[in-house]
């Protein structure tokens, strides 16, 4: 059997979360450049595990080696527009991220999301749980017009590495603010602005980009930081 045969096929999951349980879903990597790799994305506040903005997102890094779970936390999954208070949405995905470590047995896991999800990831791994990384998208920094409310006091307890991905024109995360709060963060943080692009990481076509470009610019730094995560546990080992 060879090693792409061997790899973990799609999966439809229903995770328990303490009394009550969600959907999930696992889809492997269409290029098996990074074999292995698992991404949990988790939605934003008002998305969902199969909304547009995740599902292209997931594609994307699906292209690039990446297998990805989706999933919906609780409220998502009851069809309520409020989200969980922030406990109940760390403790879905960590609920998720143990499954797809019983399922899959990633060789590397990355954990994070869009907007609230990739927060609720944030303050998982600040609270020193198991990964090998963060991918966040659309970090918000600070609610739209209040960026002297900043969700930025735990971002320095986290040790593991992280690529983190927000448009120059989010409301949710001021460049300059961003900047500020990260020299005080000591773990190996790559921050990549996306020019022009705002939450959705929607781009004007003044611009001379599309959306789909912003995309594959996502999807290849995302590829080429996993790749550096890579070489650098490689290098660790032979040492």
């Known amino acids: 059997m060879s090693e792409r045969e061997q790899q973990p096929t799609r999966g439809e999951w229903r995770v328990l979360v303490g009394g009550e349980e969600t959907s999930a879903v696992f ?47 609780l409220y998502k999954e009851k069809k309520s527009g409020r989200p969980d208070p922030m406990p109940k949405l760390k403790d ?21 999301g869009r907007s609230m999800g990739g927060r609720a990831a944030s303050m998982l791994a600040a609270d020193g749980f198991e990964c090998d990384g963060l991918l966040l998208l659309a970090y918000p920094l600070h609610p739209p017009g209040r960026p002297d409310q900043l969700r930025d006091a735990h971002l320095p307890a986290i040790k593991v590495p992280v690529i983190c991905f927000n448009g120059t024109r989010d409301p949710f ?9 990260l020299r005080r963060v000591t773990t190996d943080w790559e921050m990549h602005w996306v020019e022009g692009a705002d939450h959705s990481f929607h781009v004007l ?15 290849d730094a995302a590829q080429a930081w996993v790749a550096r995560l890579s070489a650098q546990a490689a290098g660790l080992r032979a040492r």
Do not use: W, Y
């Open 205 to 219: 076509k003044s611009l001379g980009k599309t959306d789909a470009q912003v995309l594959e610019e996502i999807g």
């Open 27 to 73: 889809e492997p990597a269409t290029d098996g450049a990074e074999q292995g790799v698992v991404f949990v994305f988790a939605h934003g506040a008002g998305g969902n595990m199969n909304d547009r903005g995740v599902l292209q997102t997931a594609n994307a890094l699906r292209a690039r080696g990446f297998g990805v779970v989706r999933f919906n936390f």
């Open 92 to 112: 879905c995905l960590s609920a998720v991220v143990a499954r797809a470590k019983q399922e899959l047995k990633p060789g590397k896991l990355i954990i994070g």
């Open 173 to 181: 995360c001021t460049p300059s603010l961003m900047e500020e709060v």
